[in-house]
């Protein structure tokens, strides 16, 4: 791998650790908001916040890109104006590139919103709702289990990793398991939600790989959430009976988690993806949960125990050791 991948590979890794912190600092909110609202209001006002946070940047984002577009048709036109024949049909040609473009992306934005969307709000309802039914330790190590399953979904369709990429999955999981998991190990109802969370997750994470390629990252950031707005919104007037003063008081955890965990993390997500092995970038993922134990360490004066700082030592120990293993796949 030359200097130039090793710096894009590191970069958006970075990308994808910011987008960890958030996530892991979010924990405390959606605690503090499932207390006076259900999955499915907190999902969906939370995704609203995130739409209206992003919308501003995809317009401005949008208009740049097709005024660039313009500028190139008109300076196009103006060639074939005053020069030959052969110049109007490069004129014509690049019309017809910008018109194609255009429907290839729209072709993203539906496909790759309603795939990422469809799988982020399951994996989030079922986080939400399971997270009564067992401990929050539990439930941080077996949603962060997606470590595991982006690889393993991935090599089913046909991709292969570096193996040494399997050395830094093993190593997630071990941190992962001293960091979260301070009793015996058993399974309560609220597991199986949290295992069905980490394949939605992973799912949405192969998702996101995907189309990045073929979109503007921040686009496809706003198209999942249209959809898990959507979805969230039918469950919230199905299932709940949300009230203005429950929204009131949870709306401080609300707006953090809509801002912070839906605005700009899962942008990170989509940005640092783009073009970046699958496997590494749930490896830097999973490091929400350090960042969970370290804010809940510092912030709220919890203490951390030589295990718990074991588990973080491993998670970062892989991520460090996944910047060498390359970003190939097959």
Known sequence: MNQKDKFYTLSHTLMLLVASFFWGTTFVAQSLGAEYVGAGTYLALRTYIGIVFLLPFVLYRDREEYKRFAEEYAGNATLGKKNSDMQIIHHSAHSLAIQKKRRLEIDAFIKGGVLAGLFIFLASFAQQYGIAYTSVAKAGFLTTLYVVFVPVISVAFGRRFDNKLWICIA????????LCMKGSFYLEKGDALMVLS????????LAVSRYSRKIDPVKLTLAQF????????????????????SVQSALPAILYAGVFSSGIAYTLQSLGQKNLNPA?????????SVFSTLSG??????KLSLREAA?????????????????NET
């Open 280 to 288: 590494i970038a749930s490896i830097a993922m999973c490091l929400e």
């Open 198 to 205: 980490a394949l939605g997750f992973s799912i949405q994470i």
């Open 311 to 327: 588990g973080c030592m491993l998670m970062f120990g892989a991520i460090v050791l996944s910047q060498f293993m390359g970003n």
């Open 297 to 302: 360490w510092i912030v709220l004066g919890q």
């Open 171 to 178: 190593l997630s999981v071990v941190g992962m398991y001293l």
């Open 226 to 245: 249209i959809v898990e707005a959507f979805l969230a919104t039918i469950v919230m007037f199905a299932m709940e009976k949300p009230d203005i003063s």
